[in-house]
C-alpha cells in the first residue's frame, strides 16, 4: 500500500488504473481526483484509491462547554486557555475572555492558574466570551493562592486551606473538587 497527501482536485490515477472509493471523484478527462484533504491511500492488491480527510480542528462555538486555565486577570476580565471543549481534548491553543458585569470583581471570583468550566455566548471580533452564569460553570479546581496547598470548598463562594488556613474568594461551580469532571475528558 503506497500513501501520499493530497488537495482538493489533485489528480490521484487514472480510472483505467484503480477503482476510486472515499474522498474520490471521476473527472470527465478520465482521471480520479481529490475531493478533500487528507491521505490518498492506494490499495495495489484489490486496485482501488481513497482520499482519507484529516481530522477536522476543533473549534468552540456558541453554547459549547469548555475547560481551561486562567491565565490572565484584571479587576473586571479574565484570559482562559481552552483545554476542552465540549469534553474533547483541543490541541489548537484557543482564549476566551470573559468580562465581568457592573460590579462584579472577576479577580474575587478566580485567580491565576485556575481550572474553569464555563459556557460560549458568543464570538465576537475573533474573541471567544463565556459567561459563568449557571452553578455548573466556574471553578473545579484550584489551590491555595498564598501556599500553593490543596484547599476544601467551604461554601459555594469561599475555598480553605488545609495547609495554612488561608480563605479565599471563588466562583465555584457546583461540582467543584469532583476530578472525575476532568479525567473523563482524556
Known amino acids: 500500500m503506497r500513501v501520499r497527501f493530497a488537495l482538493p482536485g489533485d489528480r490521484i490515477a487514472t480510472i483505467e488504473e484503480f477503482e476510486g472509493r472515499e474522498g474520490i471523484y471521476q473527472h470527465g478527462d478520465g482521471m480520479l481526483r481529490a475531493s478533500r484533504i487528507g491521505k490518498v491511500t492506494y490499495d495495489m492488491k484489490q486496485r482501488y484509491v481513497r482520499v482519507n480527510g484529516l481530522k477536522s480542528m476543533l473549534i468552540p462555538k456558541k453554547d ?57 455566548v458568543s464570538i465576537l471580533n475573533g474573541y471567544i466570551h463565556v459567561t459563568f452564569k449557571d452553578g455548573n460553570f466556574g471553578v473545579i479546581y484550584t489551590r491555595c493562592n498564598q501556599c500553593g496547598g490543596e484547599v476544601v470548598k467551604l461554601n459555594a463562594e469561599e475555598v480553605k486551606c488545609v495547609e495554612c488556613n488561608a480563605v479565599s474568594s471563588r466562583k465555584l461551580a457546583d461540582d467543584y473538587g469532583n476530578l472525575n469532571a476532568i479525567w473523563r475528558c482524556n
Open 64 to 120: 459549547d462547554h469548555v475547560i481551561g486555565f486562567i491565565h490572565m486577570l484584571t479587576s473586571n476580565s479574565t484570559n482562559i486557555r481552552i483545554v476542552y471543549i465540549n469534553d474533547l481534548k483541543s490541541d489548537a491553543r484557543f482564549d476566551a475572555i470573559y468580562i465581568g458585569k457592573g460590579k462584579v470583581k472577576v479577580h474575587n471570583m478566580f485567580r491565576v492558574g485556575d481550572m474553569v468550566r464555563a459556557k460560549v
